[in-house]
């Protein structure tokens, strides 16, 4: 069973406490939405959250252990997609898949271009997609991954309403077998309010 806890963040910016005490816990099969204003520090979060950034006090625990302690196998749990979707604008979509999943067949990675939207874009070299296609290249990944833990910075950017639908029911199926979901989102989701819970970020208190 996955767990990944927050224990009394504090990050601090440019001189401005973005969160302090902040503390949660998220187990196996949660759905969880950070929220908040620009600037809030959601972002941040979520890079404290994979291991990317460190907090100015506190901790993040995985499997009940220090993050710093458990760092090569907390990422093996994870799937990290951040702002920029992180591909090669050289290779094709379907190169770049086989790059990140070398364990999965050709099938299986056309396969999930499909289901991101992109059939029939398989051999473009990404730099000849549009915004919204290079972001479902990065976002087929949900169809290969066999992390428990997935962490999406704003995964909906430049993405039409079907695919937000398609990107919200593969969610959906990863949280009903077990797997974690946190994400930052400005779109609304085709979801119902009591599926996900909400982590609210704002400059004068952390609430949950």
Known sequence: ???????????????????SGLSFRVKAGEWVQITGGNGAGKTTLLR?????ARPDA????????PLRNVRDSYHQDLLWIGHQPGIKTRLSALENLRFFHQDGDVAQCLEALAQAGLAGYEDIPVNQLS???QRRVALARLWLTRAKLWILDEPFTAIDVNGVER???RMAHHTD?????????HQPMNVDT????????TSERVGQ
Not at 48 to 52: D, V
Not at 194 to 201: K, T, V
């Open 194 to 201: 009591d599926r996900i819970r909400r982590i609210a970020l």
């Open 48 to 52: 404290l959250l994979t291991g990317l």
């Open 1 to 19: 069973m996955g767990i990944l806890e927050a224990r009394e963040l504090l990050c601090e910016r440019d001189d401005r406490i973005l969160f």
């Open 177 to 185: 077998q077990g797997g974690i979901v946190i994400l930052t989102t």
């Open 131 to 133: 915004a919204g296609q």
């Open 167 to 169: 990107l919200t029911q």
């Open 58 to 65: 506190g901790e993040v625990y995985w499997q009940e252990q």
